[in-house]
């Protein structure tokens, strides 16, 4: 049987030292940021802390989690806002683009060169059959640490022609998350 979202959490925290992690609340967590300007590539969260709600909403510490929080990064999303004010948005599929980006945690690569398709999974499997912008890391997951900058490198190009293309993105980290819990800290 493998490792629950949390066990893998706890686990990687205990090797990293931050054992205070386990009194943690524990929660759903889900970090998001949006560049309005059509660009071919991007970097998301690097100066997230810039972008104002509802262009991100990683707030005033902008690409890094406080002392006992963190995010066991479960799936990574794409999308497309409609307007410069980020208020709407679609999936890539409705602009037929797929993005190639790279994960980076602490100046480490942990995921490269990583393909989220319009046509989602069944893009490449057959056991899709919804389109989707979202590359599923069930199973893995991928921790950001407390205090550790983190932040997505992607290009953006034509589905069908695989040209670079020019279009307004934004990325979202969702999974299983900790909290700073004052019940057990003061």
């Known amino acids: ?3 629950s979202a949390q066990d893998k959490m706890l686990n990687v925290a205990s090797r990293l030292g931050l054992t205070s992690l386990k009194d943690m609340q524990g929660t759903t967590r889900m970090v998001y940021d949006s560049i309005t300007t059509a660009a071919t590539n991007f970097t998301f969260f690097k100066g997230a802390s810039q972008r104002a ?10 690409n890094q989690f406080q002392v006992n929080e963190a995010l066991l990064v479960e799936k990574i999303g794409f999308f497309i806002p409609t307007a410069a004010d980020g208020i709407a948005y679609n999936g890539i599929s409705n602009v037929n683009a797929s993005v190639k980006f790279d994960l ?3 100046n480490k690569t942990v995921l ?9 999974e069944q893009a490449f499997y057959n056991d899709g059959t919804v389109a989707s912008s979202v590359i599923d890391l069930e199973g893995v ?3 950001i ?13 034509n589905a069908q022609t695989r040209d670079a293309g020019s279009i307004r993105l934004g990325c979202y980290l969702f999974g299983t998350g900790a909290l700073l819990n004052f019940n057990t800290t003061i």
Not at 53 to 62: C, H, Q, T, Y
Not at 112 to 120: A, F, P, R
């Open 1 to 3: 049987m493998g490792m």
């Open 53 to 62: 709600f509802p262009l991100s909403n990683v707030g005033a510490n902008g």
């Open 104 to 106: 980076v945690i602490g």
């Open 112 to 120: 490269k060169d990583v393909s989220c398709e319009t046509g989602g």
């Open 141 to 143: 997951g991928i921790l």
């Open 145 to 157: 640490p407390p205090q550790v900058e983190y932040y997505v490198v992607a290009k953006s190009f």
